[in-house]
């Protein structure tokens, strides 16, 4: 449900934080891209999923291609 709201800057820095601390949600973020990103812009996208990879989520290249369709 919060992911509607992700494109206010207070909201978004807090779900990247929590991508940080809690590897299962930086999975399910670059697992499922779409779902959670849609709603900001490709530079957001970018950092998000770049947070992710680093947290325990699959890799960068990986997830943007998805994120793309592809």
């Known amino acids: 449900m919060f992911e509607n ?7 978004f820095e ?7 601390r809690h590897e299962v949600l930086a999975l399910e973020v670059s697992a499922n891209p779409a779902l959670y ?5 490709e530079a957001h996208q970018r950092f998000a999923l770049q947070e ?19």
């Not at 709201?5 to 909201?11: D, E, F, N, S, V």
């Not at 990103?37 to 812009?41: A, E, F, K």
């Not at 992710?52 to 592809?70: E, M, R």
């Open 52 to 70: 992710a990879a680093a947290n325990g989520g699959i890799p960068f290249d990986q997830a943007w291609k998805t994120l793309q369709g592809g």
């Open 5 to 11: 709201y992700l494109g206010q800057p207070a909201i």
């Open 14 to 20: 807090a779900f990247c934080g929590m991508m940080v």
């Open 37 to 41: 990103l849609l709603q900001v812009d």
